[in-house]
């Protein structure tokens, strides 16, 4: 069976470009979630979805992030525009949707921003 | 504010040894937790997880034990094996907040044989 698949696997990017991050959740996943890891905050939860309706925005971190998931199959992360400080691994991940389940991970986009 | 906390950083153990990973957490509400291993270049992985009513949960060679009067939880690994060495996450969830989980830190686990 195909896991959580996140693109790019790698972006460097200049200060100021849009950067988006690509996530195709586990079929038959009701739930996905955008997470970055960070040393100080370790995984710390950004956004995540229920049947492609955002539930909980509250970590991200400002306007200049933003989140959609078009349909069961694919979400998207943007950053705009993108500051060294966003320089970190950002993870994807999806779980069928009911409590008590755990989340299955991507590999992560590790993102630099000169 | 870290709701989950993992207080020590790294941790090395030697081969065939226990090694045990400890996690704190501040919210009472928390009654589902998962223990996350990770290798580097690579996603975190489910490892073994506890509800609140048990206090004990065992896997082969990983057992997790639950204190919900301390609000403590640890990873017990026996025999540990290089393989091992990995970075450790453990989460913590809730009923009434769905979904969610919340992460510690990580402790970065090295075996030396």
């Known amino acids: 069976d195909a896991g959580v698949i996140q693109s790019p696997r790698h972006e460097v990017t200049e200060m100021g470009q849009e950067v988006t991050l690509r996530c195709k959740p586990i079929?038959?996943?009701?739930?996905l979630f955008w997470y970055r890891q960070t040393m100080m905050r370790g995984l710390e939860l950004l956004i995540y979805?229920?049947?492609?309706?955002?539930?909980?925005d509250s970590g991200m971190p400002e306007d200049r992030f933003s989140a959609k998931m078009p349909n069961a199959s694919f979400s998207t992360l943007k950053i705009q525009p993108s500051e060294p400080r966003d320089s970190a691994v950002y993870f994807c991940?999806?779980?069928?949707?009911?409590?008590?389940?755990?989340?299955?991970f991507g590999d992560g986009t590790r993102l630099s921003i000169l | 504010d870290q709701q989950v906390k993992q207080n020590s950083p790294s941790l090395s153990v030697q081969e065939g040894r226990i090694s045990i990973l400890n996690c704190d957490y501040t919210?009472?509400?928390?009654?589902?937790f998962l223990w996350y291993k990770k290798y580097p270049a690579e996603g975190p992985t489910f490892l073994i997880s506890?509800?609140?009513?048990?206090d004990k949960n065992e896997d082969g060679r990983f057992t997790v034990f639950l204190n919900k009067s301390a609000k403590h939880l640890s990873l017990h690994i026996v025999p540990s094996q290089p393989g091992d060495s990995a970075v450790y996450f453990c989460?913590?969830?809730?009923?009434?907040?769905?979904?969610?989980?919340?992460f510690g830190t990580g402790t970065s686990l090295t075996v030396i044989p």
């Open positions: 919210n009472s509400m928390f009654d589902y």
């Open positions: 991940a999806s779980n069928p949707g009911q409590t008590y389940q755990p989340q299955h």
């Open positions: 079929s038959g996943h009701n739930s």
């Open positions: 979805f229920n049947n492609n309706v955002p539930i909980d």
């Open positions: 989460a913590a969830s809730e009923l009434n907040t769905g979904n969610q989980f919340y």
């Open positions: 506890i509800s609140s009513i048990k």
